[in-house]
C-alpha cells in the first residue's frame, strides 16, 4: 500500500528544487531594474543573438556593426525629425568616453532618409559630433529578418531607442527615451551588462 502523503511530498520537493533552479538561472542572467525618463528597460527573453549588420557611415563607406568580446554597446537607434534626440544626443557624446572607459561603447544609428550630409550637420549644430554614426535609411537593415529566416531583434519602434548588447552578443532588451547613462542605477545597470 503506497503512502499518499509521500507522493505529495515528493512532488512538492520536485516543485521546490525546479523553483529554485529557475529563480537562480533568472538571477544569474538578470540585469538590474533601469528607468529612463519615461520608460523602463524591456528585458528579452530569450535573448536572440546580434548578427554583424552591414550599414553605411556618414562617409558613405560600408560599416559592419558587430558585438564584440571587448565590450558591451549600447545601440542608439534615433533620427533627426525624433523632438528628444537633440538632447540625447549630445549626452550620449559627452558621456561616451565614461561609458567606454566601463566597457560599453556607443553607436548611434540614424534611420533618417535624409541625405548623410545633412545627417552630419545635424549632430555638429546640436554638439554630438563625436559620437560614432552609422546610417540605415528607413531601417531597412535593422528590421531586416535574419539570413536564418528569424526576427531580427531591431524591430520595436519609438524614438530614441536604445538596445543593449552584450560581451556575449546578446540583445539584452531595449529602452525608448532618453536615459541619463551616469546615474547610479544607470552605472550599476551597465556595468552588469559589461560582466
Avoid at 160 to 169: E, G, I, K, M, S
Wanted: with cysteine; aromatic share 6%.
Amino acid at each position: 500500500m503506497s503512502n499518499p502523503d509521500a507522493g505529495q511530498m515528493t512532488r512538492r520537493a520536485f516543485a521546490a528544487g525546479a523553483l529554485s533552479t529557475i529563480t537562480l538561472s533568472s538571477q544569474t542572467a538578470a540585469l538590474p531594474l533601469l528607468r529612463g525618463q519615461r520608460k523602463q528597460f524591456v528585458h528579452f527573453e530569450p535573448q536572440p543573438s546580434m548578427q554583424p549588420l552591414r550599414l553605411r557611415d556618414l562617409a558613405g563607406r560600408t560599416a559592419t556593426l558587430a558585438a564584440t568580446k571587448r565590450e558591451a554597446m549600447l545601440l542608439y537607434v534615433w533620427a533627426t525629425w525624433c523632438p528628444s534626440c537633440p538632447v540625447e544626443l549630445p549626452r550620449l557624446a559627452r558621456e561616451q568616453a565614461l561609458l567606454t572607459a566601463r566597457g560599453v561603447g556607443v553607436v548611434a544609428v540614424s534611420i533618417d532618409t535624409v541625405s548623410t550630409v545633412a545627417i552630419s550637420t545635424y549632430l555638429q549644430r546640436h554638439g554630438a559630433g563625436g559620437l560614432r554614426v552609422l546610417h540605415d535609411p528607413a531601417a531597412v537593415t535593422l528590421r531586416a529578418d535574419r539570413p536564418d529566416g528569424t526576427a531580427s531583434p531591431f524591430q520595436r519602434w519609438s524614438m530614441p531607442l536604445t538596445f543593449t548588447v552584450d560581451r556575449d552578443a546578446r540583445v539584452r532588451g531595449y529602452i525608448a527615451g532618453g536615459v541619463d547613462w551616469l546615474t547610479p542605477d544607470s552605472l550599476a545597470f551597465l556595468h552588469a551588462l559589461a560582466a
